[in-house]
C-alpha cells in the first residue's frame, strides 16, 4: 500500500470521527434543551397556578347598626339638653332675683316682695352692671361657652342647644311667675344672637332669630 492510500485512509477515518461526535453533540444539545424546557414548563407551574375565581369592587358590603352606640349617644345628647335647660333656668332666675335686689325689692317669686338691706342692694347693683357678673353680657356668655362645651363645638348641634335654651328660658318664667325681668329678656336675645353667629361662622344657614 503506498502513503497515499494509508495517508487518504486516515484522512476518511478522522473525518467519520468528527461527523460521529459532531452528531453526538447535536444529540446531547437536543436532549439538554428539551429537558430544560420541560423543567422550566414544571417549574413554572409549581410557582403560579390562576385562580378561577374572581373579585370586583362592586361586590356590596352588608353594614349592621351599632344599637348600643346609637342609643347610648342619643342619651346623652337628651342629658346635655337637660344640662343647659336646667342651667339657663337657674342662671336666669339668679339673674332676675339679682335684678330685684338691685331696685331694692327681693322677689323669689314674683308675687312675694321683701326688702333688702342697703349692703345687698349696692351688691346686686354692681352685679347686674353691664360690666357685672350677672349682667347681660356675661351672664349670655356663660350660656353661650356652656352649650358649646356640651355639644364639642358641633356645629350640627347648634339648634339642638338653641332650643334647649328656649325651654330654659320657658322654665325659668314658669318658677318666676311670669315674664322675668328686663335684664332677663336682654340676655335672651343676646343669646339667640350668639346661636346666630355660631352657625354663620360654621357655614350653616338659619333664619335670624327676632
Known amino acids: 500500500m503506498s502513503v497515499n492510500g494509508v495517508t487518504g485512509a486516515a484522512s476518511v477515518y478522522e473525518t467519520y470521527q468528527t461527523s460521529q461526535t459532531d452528531v453526538k453533540t447535536a444529540e446531547q444539545a437536543a436532549e439538554k434543551t428539551t429537558t430544560d424546557a420541560a423543567s422550566k414548563k414544571e417549574d413554572t ?11 370586583t369592587d362592586s361586590v356590596k ?3 349592621t347598626q351599632n344599637s348600643s352606640l346609637v342609643a ?3 342619651a346623652d345628647q337628651e342629658e346635655h339638653q337637660k344640662q343647659l335647660q336646667s342651667i339657663v333656668e337657674q342662671m336666669l332666675s339668679k339673674q332676675g332675683q339679682t335684678f330685684n335686689s338691685a331696685n331694692g325689692i327681693w322677689s323669689i317669686l314674683a308675687g312675694g316682695n321683701l326688702e333688702v338691706d342697703e349692703a345687698t342692694k349696692l351688691q346686686a347693683q354692681k352685679d347686674i352692671a353691664e360690666d357685672g357678673y350677672w349682667g347681660v353680657k356675661q351672664t349670655s356668655e356663660r350660656i353661650l361657652d356652656f352649650a358649646n362645651a356640651l355639644t364639642g363645638g358641633d356645629p350640627d348641634k347648634i339648634e339642638e342647644m338653641r332650643d334647649a335654651f328656649k325651654k330654659g328660658y320657658e ?21 339667640m344672637s350668639g346661636f346666630d353667629k355660631m352657625a354663620e361662622d360654621a357655614g350653616l344657614t338659619v333664619e335670624k332669630s327676632n
Open 171 to 191: 322654665q325659668a318664667e314658669k318658677t318666676w311667675g311670669g315674664k322675668l325681668p328686663e335684664i332677663s329678656q336682654q340676655t335672651y336675645d343676646a343669646v
Open 45 to 55: 407551574g409549581a410557582v403560579y397556578e390562576p385562580s378561577k375565581e374572581t373579585t
Open 61 to 63: 358590603k352588608t353594614y
Open 72 to 74: 347610648k349617644m342619643k
